[in-house]
């Protein structure tokens, strides 16, 4: 890999699509081209790249391949309802600062009101949350800045992330305008269980990402369960990708078929069959309407799954 300098740092990110497909592949995420180009332009244009799908596709996992292929800091913000900037930005940490107030007034100290405002509200006082720590230097260069699932934030949280992602900037009231030297790179995820605003939209770069084709897949779970053998990977991934053509409430993603795979070797157990399936499903399904569906088909299901499908002859 021939990587191009990231201005201003030192280090460096890939310098084509190959390369950037390359990189993801060595830390064990196999991404199609699709999301490999998605990935260059965002390092390339220096823009945040908002990855929307269903839970269990990945998408998390782009951000930490990217920081580990790029020896970068990852710092995630994990969103959630109720979300703040007191959480996801910063915060005053106002026990030291009242320590500071007796201190000056124990001394004697003859300070004016603007002088001990000025004071208490110094860097010193501050605590960083995420996206503050995102827009300051660090050694090994831009970090790597992960919102995860931004669907679960309230709506409103997201007119605060307007500043960070256009102009890599935020705004503290009592210090003025903090701005990254460097912008980090910016991933966005979203479960899409609410539609995400289109002023968020338009300051990112977008990737819809699917489920893995079964080739893929199967690369994938070879990659994360080295121990399991090429016949029963053949089974598992023929089967879970099977079920999610089966109109279930929430369809396994690739984490589940990883799960799945680590819990048959745990078992110590190297073929597929209706027993095992059965005492295995739960590792694959986490709602009782889908655990009901599937097993009123459990005597068919297996004889429906080819021991090596086609698609993934070798």
């Given at each position: ?179 990254a030297a460097v912008p ?37 779970l070879r990659r994360r369960a080295p ?88």
């Open positions: 890999m021939r990587p191009r300098a990231d201005a201003g740092v030192g280090t460096t990110v890939p310098a084509s699509v190959a390369e950037t497909e390359q990189l993801l592949a060595e830390q064990a995420y196999f991404a199609d081209h699709a999301l490999s180009v998605a990935v260059f332009l965002a390092l390339s244009l220096k823009r945040p790249l908002l990855i929307e799908g269903e839970a269990g596709v990945g998408k998390t996992e782009v951000a930490k391949a990217l920081a580990t292929g790029l020896g970068r800091k990852l710092i995630r913000l994990q969103c959630h309802e109720g979300l703040d900037v007191v959480s996801a930005a910063y915060e005053w940490n106002h026990l030291r600062q009242m320590l500071e107030l007796r201190m000056a007034e124990a001394a004697g100290e003859p300070r004016s009101r603007d002088e001990l405002t000025a004071d208490i509200f110094a860097p010193r006082f501050l605590i960083r949350r995420p996206l503050l720590q995102a827009l300051e230097p660090q050694p090994e260069g831009a970090p790597v800045l992960l919102i995860d699932e931004i669907d679960r934030a309230d709506a409103p949280f997201e007119a605060f992330l307007l500043e960070i992602l256009s102009d890599f900037q935020m705004t503290v009231p009592e210090l003025g305008t903090v701005r980090p790179i910016v991933i966005v995820t979203s479960n899409r269980t609410r539609e995400i605003h289109d002023a968020l939209k338009r300051r990112c770069l977008y990737h819809w990402l699917n489920y893995p084709d079964a080739q893929r897949e199967t690369q994938i121990a399991i053998n090429q016949q029963l990977a053949d089974q598992l991934v023929a089967y879970v990708q099977d079920l999610r053509n089966r109109g279930l409430f929430k369809p396994p993603g690739i984490a589940e078929t990883i799960d799945w795979a680590h819990a048959i070797l745990a078992l110590g157990r190297h073929a597929l069959n209706d027993e095992l399936l059965s005492d295995t499903l739960g590792v694959l399904l986490k709602y009782e309407e889908d655990l009901a569906l599937v097993r009123r088909g459990l005597g068919d299901d297996l004889s429906t799954v080819p021991v090596k499908p086609k698609s993934l002859s070798r």
